[in-house]
């Protein structure tokens, strides 16, 4: 009888960078935990008070306003960019120089830093010299992010449509590419038309990138900070306050670290929780296809 021997040698090579990656992720994780059940007075002062912040933040008004904030935030936004950008990678050319102008066009975007995003359509959309302010105002209609609430809301959903769009075009155009070209023949030779090639060829090989794309827009979107923050403060009011901007205000701004600890780990988990049941709703309805 000949048992198969395995050479696990290489997990050596690897076990630095595994050390290095839980010794820098482990320890502020615990210490988030050991804030999160104590009231810290000061550095030697500290009494610990168990779930007590747990409770305080689950039952929190204005922290129940953000979270509801935040998830409709977060829909719309996949409900946007996702079919906005498989349109836009299907309307791309696929070769020349006119396929090289595109890919360089949409990561545009992507190359500029989120704070920059903020101050860049903070005056675009300026309602006295930004260029999209100034023009809704002229057409007649009274445009103000600085001081309507809808206005602001959805001029955060804007920009991010504008910065993170291409990033779900590049994934579904590169999927696009790595459809064989027998498939295209065969459709040819069998005459379907555009939307039975879109739905029984393309959708289906897409749905892998596409899995990659809802997961990395949904904990972008749902951690989102410096882009509203720069742009609307939160504001008007508290209409673009979203849950990162709340854990913020109140670990520095009001410097309540077992709440904004307990907070923290409850954001995680939802993060977490959210884009696990994301993928085995996603790879659950591809299995039983």
């Given at each position: 009888?000949?048992?198969?021997?395995?050479?696990?040698?290489?997990?050596?090579?690897?076990?630095?960078?595994?050390?290095?990656?839980?010794?820098?992720?482990?320890?502020?994780?615990?210490?988030?935990?050991?804030?999160?059940?104590?009231?810290?007075?000061?550095?030697?002062?500290?009494?610990?008070?168990?779930?007590?912040?747990?409770?305080?933040?689950?039952?929190?008004?204005?922290?129940?306003?953000?979270?509801?904030?935040?998830?409709?935030?977060?829909?719309?936004?996949?409900?946007?960019?996702?079919?906005?950008?498989?349109?836009?990678?299907?309307?791309?050319?696929?070769?020349?120089?006119?396929?090289?102008?595109?890919?360089?066009?949409?990561?545009?975007?992507?190359?500029?830093?989120?704070?920059?995003?903020?101050?860049?359509?903070?005056?675009?959309?300026?309602?006295?010299?930004?260029?999209?302010?100034?023009?809704?105002?002229?057409?007649?209609?009274?445009?103000?992010?600085?001081?309507?609430?809808?206005?602001?809301?959805?001029?955060?959903?804007?920009?991010?449509?504008?910065?993170?769009?291409?990033?779900?075009?590049?994934?579904?155009?590169?999927?696009?590419?790595?459809?064989?070209?027998?498939?295209?023949?065969?459709?040819?030779?069998?005459?379907?038309?555009?939307?039975?090639?879109?739905?029984?060829?393309?959708?289906?090989?897409?749905?892998?990138?596409?899995?990659?794309?809802?997961?990395?827009?949904?904990?972008?979107?749902?951690?989102?900070?410096?882009?509203?923050?720069?742009?609307?403060?939160?504001?008007?009011?508290?209409?673009?306050?979203?849950?990162?901007?709340?854990?913020?205000?109140?670990?520095?701004?009001?410097?309540?670290?077992?709440?904004?600890?307990?907070?923290?780990?409850?954001?995680?988990?939802?993060?977490?929780?959210?884009s696990w049941l994301f993928f085995k709703t996603i790879t659950h309805?591809d299995s039983k296809k």
């Open positions: 009888m000949n048992l198969k021997v395995h050479d696990n040698k290489a997990w050596f090579l690897v076990l630095p960078v595994l050390l290095l990656v839980a010794f820098s992720a482990i320890i502020p994780l615990m210490t988030v935990v050991n804030y999160s059940v104590q009231d810290i007075f000061d550095i030697n002062n500290a009494v610990f008070v168990g779930a007590e912040w747990y409770r305080d933040i689950l039952s929190n008004p204005r922290l129940q306003d953000s979270l509801l904030r935040q998830f409709v935030f977060s829909g719309a936004v996949l409900l946007i960019q996702i079919p906005l950008g498989i349109l836009v990678a299907l309307m791309m050319p696929t070769k020349g120089r006119m396929a090289s102008l595109c890919l360089v066009t949409l990561a545009i975007p992507l190359l500029i830093p989120w704070n920059v995003v903020g101050t860049i359509w903070q005056i675009f959309g300026r309602a006295d010299i930004g260029l999209m302010g100034s023009f809704l105002n002229s057409v007649g209609f009274e445009y103000n992010y600085a001081s309507n609430p809808t206005h602001a809301w959805f001029t955060v959903l804007l920009m991010d449509v504008w910065h993170w769009t291409s990033l779900i075009a590049l994934l579904c155009y590169s999927g696009l590419r790595a459809i064989p070209n027998a498939y295209y023949q065969a459709a040819k030779i069998d005459q379907a038309s555009a939307w039975a090639v879109f739905r029984y060829i393309q959708l289906p090989k897409l749905k892998s990138v596409l899995v990659i794309g809802v997961l990395l827009r949904f904990m972008d979107s749902f951690m989102i900070y410096a882009e509203p923050f720069v742009l609307t403060g939160g504001g008007p009011g508290s209409s673009t306050t979203f849950l990162s901007q709340t854990l913020v205000q109140m670990a520095i701004g009001q410097f309540d670290l077992g709440p904004a600890a307990a907070f923290s780990l409850i954001y995680f988990l939802i993060v977490l929780l959210v309805l």
